[in-house]
């Protein structure tokens, strides 16, 4: 896996996409993500910041820009000039935290060569009870390290070598209390602003265009997997019943939920099932932008016996031709060697007949 794929991947980790239930909580997000390289011949910056609400993209910043630019009208067009340069300010100080961290983490690995990589997201979700919670998440080389917790003021380390930052962190509370102020009261502050902003934009909902089940066989296992396509928000609970009862979450694999990369998203969400029972099992999905909860089962493939119908009509077919065709290539040989027979016959007779001619004639 390439070195730019992999911070990635660890943000895809960190992001809380779903519930335990399958159901994504009902909230909006406020999420940083940062990325930088301890060297530039990774292809990667020395450090870049993304921002989003919910699920879009609204801001950027980068290491040589030193500057904030938006990433979406809506939110270019209505921001005030005061929260652009609290976004601006707030950017450029993550900027400055993020080397030395690195250099802090780096140092504590005794990894003075080589080039490394460091990863963090942070931000706040409020709920529809407005409740609120917060996350600060570093991840090192593509692998967790340390997190945050707000309410004991302490770092949880992912590892042992991650031991040696969280103590030199924890000597005193003064980084944690900035931390813990940010995440409960500045960051909900700034995404109440912004959900000002992309109301409209934001509380899009576009159902899932189709609803499907498919059938997959490895070896003995057979597993149903639901497909749920091209739906916005990513507001999306999808579960399995058998029987017209819900199943366990445990006999269940958790929902995936992918975006398409037109601002639209796919899931879907598997089941494995004992071979002969799929009709008992059904897919039913639930989005803000349905009416009515949407179902779908496992349809076998009517195109099987179809094929192999048509297939054997084929095979029928080209036997014959061929057959018709050996038998007219056998019938033209029977009819050149008779006519080469009966005209080496002829010249044999024509021969004995001027012979005797010739005898005669002597």
């Known amino acids: 896996m390439?070195?730019?794929?992999?911070?990635?991947?660890?943000?895809?980790?960190?992001?809380?996409?779903?519930a335990p239930n399958g159901r994504r909580l009902r909230s909006h997000s406020l999420q940083y993500f940062f990325m930088g390289a301890s060297e530039p011949d990774l292809g990667l910056p020395l450090f870049e910041a993304?921002?989003?609400?919910?699920?879009?993209?609204?801001?950027?910043?980068?290491?040589e820009s030193r500057r904030a630019e938006f990433r979406d009208p809506w939110v270019s067009e209505g921001t005030t000039s005061q929260l652009w340069l609290q976004l601006s300010q707030s950017l450029k100080g993550w900027d400055h935290m993020?080397?030395?961290?690195?250099?802090?983490?780096?140092?504590?690995?005794?990894?003075?060569?080589?080039?490394?990589?460091?990863?963090?997201?942070?931000?706040?979700?409020?709920?529809?009870?407005?409740?609120?919670?917060?996350?600060?998440?570093y991840g090192y080389d593509g692998q967790d390290h340390l997190e945050f917790c707000p309410e004991t003021l302490d770092w949880k380390a992912a590892d042992s070598k991650a031991q040696a930052t969280k103590l030199e962190w924890e000597v005193t509370k003064i980084r944690a209390k900035q931390n813990r102020a940010?995440?409960?009261?500045?960051?909900p502050e700034q995404l109440h602003q912004l959900l000002e902003l992309g109301r409209e934009?934001?509380?899009?909902?576009?159902?899932?265009?189709?609803?499907?089940?498919?059938?997959?066989?490895?070896?003995?296992?057979?597993?149903?997997?639901?497909h749920a396509l091209n739906f916005l928000s990513q507001n999306i609970t999808m579960r399995w019943l058998k029987d017209k009862e819900p199943l366990n979450t445990k006999d269940i694999e958790p929902v995936e939920i992918l975006p398409n990369g037109d601002g639209t998203y796919?899931?879907?969400?598997?089941?494995?099932?004992?071979?002969?029972?799929?009709?008992?099992y059904i897919c039913q999905v639930?989005?803000?932008?349905?009416?009515?909860?949407?179902?779908?089962?496992?349809?076998?493939?009517?195109s099987g016996p179809l094929v192999i119908g048509i297939v054997s009509g084929i095979t029928v077919c080209v036997i014959i031709f061929f057959a018709?065709?050996?038998?007219?290539?056998?019938?033209?040989?029977?009819?050149?060697?008779?006519?080469m027979g009966d005209y080496v016959l002829a010249e044999v007779n024509l021969t004995q007949v001027k012979g005797k001619q010739q005898k005669t004639t002597y």
């Not at 390439?2 to 779903?18: D, E, H, Q, S, Y």
């Not at 140092?107 to 996350?135: A, M, P, R, W, Y």
């Not at 639930?286 to 009517?302: M, R, Y």
């Open 2 to 18: 390439g070195l730019r794929a992999r911070p990635t991947l660890l943000f895809l980790m960190f992001l809380p996409i779903v």
């Open 50 to 63: 993304l921002g989003y609400v919910d699920d879009k993209l609204f801001v950027s910043y980068s290491h």
């Open 98 to 137: 993020f080397t030395i961290d690195f250099w802090t983490i780096m140092d504590n690995h005794n990894h003075s060569e080589k080039s490394h990589t460091l990863q963090v997201i942070l931000g706040c979700e409020i709920q529809e009870d407005n409740s609120t919670s917060g996350f600060w998440k």
């Open 182 to 187: 940010y995440l409960e009261r500045d960051c």
């Open 201 to 226: 934009v934001l509380d899009q909902q576009v159902p899932p265009s189709l609803v499907k089940v498919t059938h997959h066989m490895v070896s003995e296992s057979t597993t149903l997997r639901c």
């Open 266 to 280: 796919q899931s879907w969400i598997a089941v494995a099932v004992s071979p002969g029972e799929e009709q008992r």
């Open 286 to 302: 639930e989005h803000p932008g349905l009416d009515q909860p949407l179902t779908a089962i496992w349809e076998p493939s009517s």
């Open 324 to 339: 018709g065709i050996l038998y007219r290539i056998l019938k033209r040989r029977n009819v050149s060697r008779r006519t």
